[in-house]
């Protein structure tokens, strides 16, 4: 079993106040938390997000989704982790980014067994690129995010909290799931960064979304597959990408 720390704020850059945006009459985030809770693998879901005061609507959505909340910093988005990791004793986190608002519990349990599988320090879906873009997950030890919060210096590394994990192969024992058949799309953009991102997921949730029922990731890929047009509504956004070094 993994804990899960939920990243998210509302001053975000490119579209600001994106994971209270409503979709089907709910924030964004609570499609997220639902979706999560899912997961066979998940025991507790905790809310990263900022001491800032525009961030106290989401300490109080916490409250009413049910789940804990720790308030660290804005940038240092790292130590934020490792505040939250700290403040929970948390020993195996699964990181969920709340620009995603269709994270699978499928692939969770599935990213989880392999965790387990090969007694890794870090397993991702995302750092090689088969999933599509939205279907990031991470897990991780906490002796690993320990590691990085000691001794990592560069700005992105802070910003993005795993590089420094997954760029010291040498240090740490990775393992990259890889997605097959069907779901190997990573050209498929299901992220939400901006408002053309924002009007896809909304579209996808109006044929998809049922009250107590999780749709999945080929689900999706069926819909947008059918339905060819949709895709163009957001292929033009440039995802902002981590430095390579």
């Given at each position: 079993m993994v804990d899960a720390i939920l990243q998210a704020r509302v001053g975000s850059s490119r579209l600001p106040a994106k994971v209270m945006a409503?979709?089907?009459?709910?924030?964004?985030?609570?499609?997220?938390?639902?979706?999560?809770?899912?997961?066979?693998?998940?025991?507790?879901?905790?809310?990263?997000?900022?001491?800032?005061?525009?961030?106290?609507?989401?300490?109080?959505?916490?409250?009413?989704?049910?789940?804990?909340?720790?308030?660290?910093?804005?940038?240092?988005?790292?130590?934020?982790?490792?505040?939250?990791?700290?403040?929970?004793?948390?020993?195996?986190i699964l990181r969920?980014?709340?620009?995603?608002?269709?994270?699978?519990?499928?692939?969770?349990?599935?990213?989880?067994?392999?965790?387990?599988?090969?007694?890794?320090?870090?397993?991702?879906?995302?750092?090689?690129?088969?999933?599509?873009?939205?279907?990031?997950?991470?897990?991780?030890?906490?002796?690993?995010?320990?590691?990085?919060?000691?001794?990592?210096t560069l700005n992105y590394e802070r910003e993005h909290v795993t590089p420094y994990i997954y760029k010291?192969?040498?240090?740490?024992?990775?393992?990259?799931?890889?997605?097959?058949?069907?779901?190997?799309r990573p050209e498929l953009r299901l992220t939400v960064d901006t408002d053309k991102d924002l009007a896809l997921a909304r579209r996808i949730y109006q044929q998809l979304y049922r009250h107590g029922k999780i749709f999945h990731i080929d689900e999706i890929i069926d819909f947008v597959d059918d339905h060819p047009r949709l895709q163009s509504i957001n292929a033009h956004i440039v995802q902002k990408d981590i430095p390579s070094s």
């Open positions: 409503p979709i089907m009459g709910k924030p964004l985030i609570s499609h997220i938390v639902e979706r999560v809770r899912a997961s066979k693998c998940v025991k507790r879901i905790i809310l990263a997000t900022t001491k800032l005061k525009e961030d106290d609507k989401l300490n109080d959505l916490a409250a009413k989704m049910g789940i804990m909340c720790f308030r660290g910093e804005d940038n240092d988005v790292l130590a934020r982790f490792y505040g939250a990791a700290t403040e929970f004793d948390l020993q195996l969920v980014c709340c620009d995603n608002p269709f994270t699978d519990p499928v692939i969770i349990d599935e990213l989880c067994q392999k965790f387990f599988e090969v007694n890794a320090d870090y397993v991702s879906t995302s750092i090689e690129r088969s999933f599509p873009l939205g279907m990031d997950l991470e897990v991780f030890t906490f002796e690993a995010l320990r590691s990085a919060f000691q001794n990592a010291h192969p040498e240090l740490f024992k990775l393992f990259f799931l890889k997605a097959e058949g069907k779901l190997k």
